[in-house]
């Protein structure tokens, strides 16, 4: 039985969260999916005023036994929740696609795009010090973490146009980032002669997102700039209210919607719950081909394409992306056109 803890988050979380977990609820009776165990564990800054912890003991136990966590935005303590869990499960690979879905307006449509991120290391590994009103912190960039984001970024792109583009700043960084960008070349030369490989500084990346995203096809970048350049990505194609992630690791996942807590919108019933149910339907298809069960994947499916016609039709969207329906009733129409 797949066990999923279930994260609601802060701010608008706990709303989007329901509202996906209501969609993944109607999905699974209409294909029969009745082994899947769904379990909410207290984390985030709500669970940091109660227990002391942004991620409790025994919420950590949980996740840890876990096969997916379901992750909502969590607001000041994101960092303690985000960096434990990717490094304590070692999902060292940060997925997230960018493109002009059915019924939004884009600033370029013509972007399709993933960001490969590396997950694990970077600065965020969190080791920042502060001596005589001098703040320092660690940069961790390893050959193993940067061979096996590689060979990520090699397979997504084997299954669209065979391109990667490696984002560093080697020409400063010339150690780290230097490393980070010969290890991909040489992973590439080594076992993925077919891909067609160049490289772009962080700022020159961010330039051509906005500029020319056709540029690119799959990039692979360290943790930080990936960080950056994803929220951008997300932004030129749309809204980073329909953007969903995936953290994905050999064994275990997350998935979390890209955009953050947003506490001034809390509590009012319009915060749009599309990345968070995009990231149930994420989360099933990679369930289902872990697994090898087809319903999980046509489940996941049925969520996508119940989403892209509710774009599409723009009858209920909600107020970032130019309509009035609440939270609840996008909710209710996505699971109307779940087929």
């Given amino acids: 039985m797949p066990r999923v803890a279930v994260i609601e988050g802060d701010g608008i979380g706990p709303e989007v969260t329901r509202a996906a977990l209501k969609v993944l609820g109607k999905v699974c009776t209409i294909y029969n999916i009745g082994d899947l165990e769904l379990v909410k564990v207290p984390a985030g800054d709500s669970a940091y005023k109660t227990y002391g912890k942004a991620i409790p003991d025994e919420s950590w136990k949980i996740i840890q036994t876990s096969d997916v966590v379901l992750k909502g935005p969590v607001g000041e303590t994101a960092g303690e929740v985000v960096v434990k869990i990717r490094r304590g499960l070692d ?10 879905l059915p019924g939004i307006e884009c600033l370029r449509p013509e972007i399709d795009l993933v960001v490969v991120r ?3 290391e970077d600065v965020y590994v969190r080791a920042e010090y502060l001596h005589n009103d001098i703040a320092i912190a660690l940069r961790v960039i390893s050959r193993r973490a940067s061979e096996r984001i590689a060979r990520v970024a090699f397979r997504i792109a084997r299954k669209r146009k065979r391109r990667v583009t490696i ?5 400063v960084m010339t150690i780290t980032d230097g490393l980070f960008r010969d290890t991909v070349r040489q992973v590439r030369d080594r076992e993925f002669p077919d891909i067609e490989l160049d490289e772009a500084y962080i700022d020159a990346a961010a330039m051509d ?9 799959v990039i692979v970048t360290t943790n ?7 929220d951008l990505a997300a932004y030129v194609s749309g809204s980073i209210g329909i953007a969903a992630s995936a953290n994905i690791g050999d064994e275990k996942a997350m998935f979390e919607p890209v955009h953050g807590a947003a506490f001034d919108i809390a509590g009012k019933g319009i915060a749009n719950p599309i990345a968070m149910i995009l990231c149930t339907s994420w989360m099933l298809k990679w369930l289902g081909e872990k697994l090898n069960r087809g319903s999980y994947l046509k489940a996941g499916e049925s969520i996508e394409n119940a989403v892209y016609r509710l774009l599409s039709e723009r009858r209920k969207l909600t107020p970032d ?13 996505i699971c109307n056109l779940l087929t």
């Fill in 321 to 333: 992306l130019g309509g009035s329906a609440t939270t609840e009733e996008v909710t209710e129409e």
């Fill in 118 to 120: 590396e997950n694990t």
């Fill in 167 to 171: 984002v560093h700043k080697a020409n």
């Fill in 209 to 217: 997102i906005v500029r020319r995203p056709s540029r690119f096809d």
């Fill in 91 to 100: 999902l060292y690979a940060n997925i997230r696609p960018s493109r002009c």
């Fill in 224 to 230: 930080l700039f990936g960080d950056i350049l994803t």
